[in-house]
């Protein structure tokens, strides 16, 4: 049985989340990177045996539609996966049902379900350093018992989630752009997974490309790119609802 991560994080947080409940599985992974430019996807090979862990962001309570899509295109040869939904302390909403529903009609079977929260990618001060140390420990607990339950059975019942179906409306926006303080490196226009800052206009952004992942804003070396007074805006909206700690949830 071979171990898969298959990943998409922009900012970085959901594949710490993911790499934490590895852990626990304690073997060597083979490791997907979805939040890459589409010429550099690669499909991984998956056998019926392996055990996948599928990780991905909560966008406005819905898995980014760029991710599932690239998801799609591999084979899942009836192994066995956990879905992974990594959110910024406000809440996963139906992202983690979605993200079994997808698994499931490409022919997985999905014997866990994992929420894990990371820190914001727009109000960063919301879970800001998470997944942190205690988290790491809880992950990786998880994680063992996510193998234990592998190893344990081959019967697998579908899982309750919560969530709704069908699943809320996703949101769009904000569009980062970039100030004076912009050097035109070009680090946001490599490593933009949706291809959405054009190389002749570093400073601009591709409105009908861009998914609101914050990634340019993560690897931005000045801290050019931005998305302006929208930043205040959301983090006053989300003070109540992010105030207190969330946990992290495990399905299984």
């Known amino acids: ?16 989340a993911c790499e934490y409940i590895c852990e626990g599985i304690d073997a060597k992974t083979l490791v997907t990177d979805l939040c890459v430019k589409e010429g550099q996807i690669r499909v991984p090979d998956i056998h019926e045996e392996d ?3 599928i990780a ?3 966008f406005a309570g819905r898995v980014p539609a760029l991710a599932v899509e690239r ?3 591999i084979q899942s040869n009836h192994a066995k996966c956990a879905v992974v939904a990594v959110y910024g302390n406000r809440a996963y909403d139906d992202a983690l049902l979605e993200m079994q529903d997808v698994a499931t009609e ?8 994992v929420s894990a929260v990371a820190e914001h990618s727009i109000a960063r001060v ?4 998470r997944p942190d140390a205690e988290d790491r420990k809880e992950l990786t607990a998880f994680g ?17 989630l919560p969530g709704n179906r069908p699943y809320r409306a996703g949101n769009t926006g904000p569009f980062p752009t970039a100030d004076e303080r912009c050097t035109d490196c070009g680090t946001c226009h490599e490593l933009c997974p949706a291809d959405a800052i054009p190389a002749d206009n570093l400073r601009s952004v591709n409105k009908e490309a861009c998914i609101s992942c914050m990634r340019c804003l993560s690897v931005c070396p000045t801290k050019a790119r931005n998305i302006g007074p929208v930043e205040i805006m959301v983090t006053e909206k989300l003070k109540t609802l992010c105030a207190t700690r969330k946990d992290n949830e495990l399905f299984v």
Do not use: W
């Open 144 to 160: 063992a018992a996510i193998i234990n339950k592998v190893e344990g059975s081959d019967t697998y019942k579908p899982l309750a």
């Open 56 to 58: 991905m962001p909560v």
């Open 51 to 53: 055990l996948v862990i």
């Open 126 to 129: 919301y879970a800001s350093g």
């Open 71 to 73: 998801l799609r295109r």
């Open 106 to 113: 490409m022919g997985f079977r999905v014997v866990a379900a």
């Open 1 to 16: 049985m071979k171990i898969h991560q298959i990943t998409f994080s922009p900012t970085g947080g959901t594949r710490r």
